[in-house]
Structure formats: structure tokens, C-alpha cells
Nanobody, 123 residues
Framework: QVQLVESGGGLVQAGGSLRLSCAASGRTFSSYAMGWFRQAPGKEREFVAGIRWSGGSTYYADSVKGRFTISRDNAKNTVDLQMNSLKAEDTANYYC????????????????WGQGTQVTVSS
């Protein structure tokens, strides 16, 4: 079992930065692939970034590539999402997710989810 709690969301102007953090409980955190997803009102939940259990491989949606960076610290049971050059279209509720094994870009593949943290980018 893995429990996830996100933090770090808020209101920021376009061009600004935010850092989201996800704290995980569970002794086997280091065995799980982690992902960040987002969902805007009226839209489906979409993949943002993912990272393998080792942290050696990262994956990004084309819309955030070069602006967002995912990282993890298995000693602290945390996974972060550094978001730079934010745009109005990045506004959404951001969710941390975990699954045992490989990174997938589809939300259905993830077994554990946090409650979400709101990111609002004003233009």
C-alpha cells in the first residue's frame, strides 16, 4: 500500500515557477514508478511526467518538455515536479500517482493517487 499527499500548488503569474511535492508512505516506495497527472475543468486527466523507481529514466508530455522536471528522493519518499515558464494552459489540478513497475502514460495503469493540488496560472 502506498499513500500519497501532494503539496505546493498555488496561484502564479504566467512565466513564473512552482514546485510541487508528493510525499509517499510505504516501505516499498522505491519499487514504484511515479507519475504526475493533471486535470483541468471539463477535460480528461492527462499525463504530465513520470519517473522510474531508480530515478534513472524520466518521461514528459510534449506540452511540458523543457519546462517541467520530475525528480525523486527514495530516501525521503518524495517525488517533486519543478514547473518553470508556466503558461495559462498549465492551470489544472495536479495529481501524484504510483504504480508498481514501469512508467505508463495512461492514468488507468496507476493504482495509487493523491488528493490533488490546484495550480492556477494567471495570464
Amino acid at each position: 500500500q502506498v499513500q500519497l499527499v501532494e503539496s505546493g500548488g498555488g496561484l502564479v503569474q504566467a512565466g513564473g515557477s512552482l514546485r510541487l511535492s508528493c510525499a509517499a508512505s510505504g516501505r516499498t516506495f522505491s519499487s514504484y514508478a511515479m507519475g504526475w497527472f493533471r486535470q483541468a475543468p471539463g477535460k480528461e486527466r492527462e499525463f504530465v511526467a513520470g519517473i522510474r523507481w531508480s530515478g534513472g529514466s524520466t518521461y514528459y508530455a510534449d506540452s511540458v518538455k523543457g519546462r517541467f522536471t520530475i525528480s525523486r528522493d527514495n530516501a525521503k519518499n518524495t517525488v517533486d515536479l519543478q514547473m518553470n515558464s508556466l503558461k495559462a494552459e498549465d492551470t489544472a489540478n495536479y495529481y501524484c500517482a504510483a504504480r508498481f513497475g514501469m512508467v505508463f502514460t495512461t492514468s488507468q495503469e496507476y493504482n495509487y493517487w493523491g488528493q490533488g493540488t490546484q495550480v492556477t496560472v494567471s495570464s
